[in-house]
Structures are given as C-alpha cells and as structure tokens.
C-alpha cells in the first residue's frame, strides 16, 4: 500500500491542509541546485513541456505520468536524450506529489484535471506549471487561486506569450496614449475543426487506467472516438481551450483588468452536429469598465488561418484580415494588429497608414525561464494564477450563456456570481465523482 493510500485520499481529499502543511514550508533551492521536476500528462504539449525542461541545466526531470502506459516511451525518449538520469515512470501522479524531492510539478493534462491536481500539488508543497485553459470552470479557477496563495506556491500558467517582449512592447504603445483612447478590443478564434466520427464504445485497452483518467469527471464508457475536447464533462471546448492565448493578452494589453460586467452574444452548436456538447460558435461581447471586448470564434471557418510557424519566428507578419488567432486594439487615434506566439504586430494612424511594425518570436523559453527565476525568488509568475483565472473566467460565462439559451447575463466580480439569472450559477461548479473533489477549504 503506497503512502498516499495510507493517508486514507477520501480524508485527505477534504482535509488536506494538515497532512501536507510541513511540506509547503520545505526550503527553496539554492542558485546552484536543480529544480526536481515531475510531469503529468504527456500528450503533445506535455511531451514538449517534459523535453523543454529537461534541455535545461538547472532542471532534472525525476517523472513522468500518465494514465496510458503507451505514452512512456516516446516521452522517455525525449527526456532521456537531454539528460543523463532516466525519469521514473507512473500512472498515478500521487507518487510525484509523495515524493518530497519534486519542487515542481508540470499539469499537462486534459481540462478537468487541471484544476485538482494543480490544488493537490499546492497543498503537497510543489510550485506548478499548468497549461491552459486554466480551470475547467469558474468556481474551480477560485480554489486553485486559493491554494496557491495558502500554501505560497508558485503556479504558473501555459499562456506563454504573455512573456513575449514584442507583447510587452505592445502595450507600452497603448499606455504612452498613440492610440488615444481605447474602447473596443477584438479578439479571433476562427478556423476549421474535422467532425467527429463517434463509433461504439470498446473495452478499456490494456495500460490504460482509464478510471483515474477521468478523476474528477464522469466515467463514461470507453470510446476511443469520443474527442474530450468536444464535451464538458472533459473540457471547457475547442474554442475557449484555444482561444484564452489571445484574451490573455487582450487583458494584458489594457493593463490585466479582472472582471467583465456582463456577458451577451451567441454560444451554440451550428455547423459540427455531430454528438458533441460544446460550441462550435461563440460571439460573444463582454463589458469591462473601461472598454467593451469582442469574442469571434467558430470551427467552421476554412478561411481563417492560424499564424504559419514559419512567420512565428521571422521577421514577417501574417496575412492579417484572414489571420485566425489575431487582436485587434480600436483608439480613437490608432489601430493595432497583435498575432499571438510570434505573430508581431502593426499599428496603423488615422489616415490608414501602418506608422510601426514590430515582429514577434515565440516565447516559450522566456516563460519557461519566468517560471524557474520565480520558484527561485518566490515573486509572482509572468501568468500567475489569478490571471489565468480572470482569463479564463470570461469563457466559462460564455459557455453559461448558451447553457441558458443566450440570454444575457450580468456578473458580479466580488462574488463572483450571476445577479440577474441565479439559475444560471448551478453551472459555476460542476460536479464531482469521488474520491476525486474538489474541496470548499484548500
């Protein structure tokens, strides 16, 4: 019986607190020691998150997790050519958060893991790294900003450009005032998703533990044609998973302000009718105080095209009126074009004319080295948690309003609850299967 079991989860799960208390007290480590680093998930990005830190001298990789053995060995490969120690392989990531030699845990998996397991790893004493779409929904995002704060853990948020220095430059031009005043931001999520083909439902495969993959979800019958990314049983849906890079900056550029005041538009599945639960559109309009922000995102847009990689790190820029994943920053003075991961961007004046240009490169180095310089001066990281919750709390209410038919919603930011549909707040929580919850005290 491992540790963990010993301290009896269903317990802990609602008490955690005094078991990992002395834990979250251990020292930080030294200038000249490696940050012991354990991964959970290891799809696409969590392979590269696992690889990308192990290049890195001041880091080790000592795990990595997943529910499907079948991942290991690609994931080993990886690591194991960049650094001399092989990592330790799991299916259960209790073992990493057992382990009081970890600093850091890297939460790569999908949605609904997000934010339990970024809350059990603040509690076991780790900073975390954990990729967007930060929360599977809004009251979740509010725990996990609570369990960081108590427990004073570092927790970073996969929103990498917001660590860009073209970005930084960016809204340095909006603050000096060259745009005038600002009132309206655009921001685009609009390109093309395959339908998916649903089969039958199959037996569970051999090396995947299925039950603890869907943790705090349902468990539904296996089907590996089910794209989880397209159900909120799993996930907060493609668009909102995708589109949060481009409101994260959106935020950043006018100064990260917290709440919208109310959310309208349309969310609602037009095109893919093909048994998922999550839009495939979202239009949406949020009022913040100062300037009034417009969502556009649809998975039916052919035309729409992401940022090339070959533009992300060039000096080029994208094709801008057909660009998929692009701001666009309305003052009375000026105008600006921002791509997202590398995209640059260019102001215009009034007279139409484009007056700056400024190319972007990816940022994933620097916020990678954001995160270890703050696990080593215990500062706020560049995407700390409480803005990727404001950044992605604006998509939970938009996923809410076509829960309730498209009507209108109005927001309250110090209670962070719907005031005109009180309804409408059964969806702020989801609902969780034991022993994997979330609890009301972190």
């Keep these: 019986m491992s540790s963990w079991d010993r301290r009896q989860f269903l317990k ?41 830190f192990a290049h890195r001298d001041d880091v080790e990789i000592a795990y990595l997790c997943d529910t499907d053995k079948r991942r290991f060995a690609r994931a080993r490969e990886a ?64 725990q996990m900003i609570e369990a960081a704060r108590k427990y004073k853990r570092i927790v970073q948020v996969g929103t990498q450009s917001r660590s860009g220095p073209y970005m930084a430059q960016a809204r340095e031009v909006i603050r000096s005032g060259k745009l005038g005043d600002v009132h309206i931001v655009r921001v685009f999520n609009m390109m093309q998703h395959p339908m998916q083909r649903i089969g039958p439902d199959q037996p569970e495969p051999d090396g995947l533990a299925y039950d603890m993959w869907c943790g705090p979800a349902a468990k539904l019958p296996y089907n590996p044609s089910r794209r989880w990314l397209n159900f909120f049983e799993y996930s907060c849906g493609p668009i909102p998973g995708d589109a949060v890079h481009q409101y994260d900056l959106a935020r950043f550029l006018m100064g990260d302000p917290a709440y919208p005041k109310s959310v309208s538009g349309r969310s609602a599945i037009e095109a893919l009718k093909d048994g998922r639960d999550c839009p495939d559109t979202q239009f949406a309009l949020f009022e913040y105080d100062d300037f009034t922000l417009l969502f556009e995102g649809a998975l039916w847009t052919p035309y729409m095209k992401k940022i090339p990689g070959s533009i992300r790190d060039s000096d080029q820029f994208p094709d801008w009126p057909f660009c998929s994943t692009k701001i666009e920053v309305c003052g009375t003075k000026g105008f600006l074009w921002i791509g997202r991961h590398g995209g640059g961007w260019q102001m215009v004046d009034s007279d139409s004319r484009i007056v700056q240009s400024i190319y972007g490169r990816q940022a994933d180095k620097e916020h990678q ?27 939970h209410l938009a996923n809410i309003m076509g829960r309730m038919d498209n009507a209108p919603l109005l927001f309250d930011g110090k209670t962070e609850t719907i005031t005109n549909l009180p309804e409408a707040n059964r969806y702020l929580r989801r609902t969780y299967r034991k022993p994997w919850i979330v609890p009301k005290q972190v």
């Design 79 to 142: 690591v194991e050519e960049t650094q001399d120690r092989s990592p330790k392989l799991t299916q259960d990531f209790r073992q990493i958060l057992d382990d009081k030699n970890v600093d850091v845990l890297i939460n790569a998996t999908p949605d609904h893991w997000h934010g339990l397991g970024t809350i059990l790893a603040c509690q076991a004493g780790k900073d975390v790294y954990v990729e967007k779409p930060m929360s599977h929904n809004l009251w979740e995002g509010r």
């Design 369 to 395: 080295q954001n995160f270890i310089d703050c696990i080593r001066s215990r500062k706020p990281a560049n995407a700390d948690v409480e803005q990727g919750h404001y950044s992605t709390l604006p998509f």
């Design 12 to 52: 802990a799960s609602c008490g955690t607190a005094a078991a990992w208390s002395a834990l979250s007290a251990r020292k930080v480590r030294g200038a000249n020691e490696k940050i012991i680093v354990g991964c959970m998930g290891l799809g696409g990005r969590g392979t590269y998150l696992a690889e990308a």
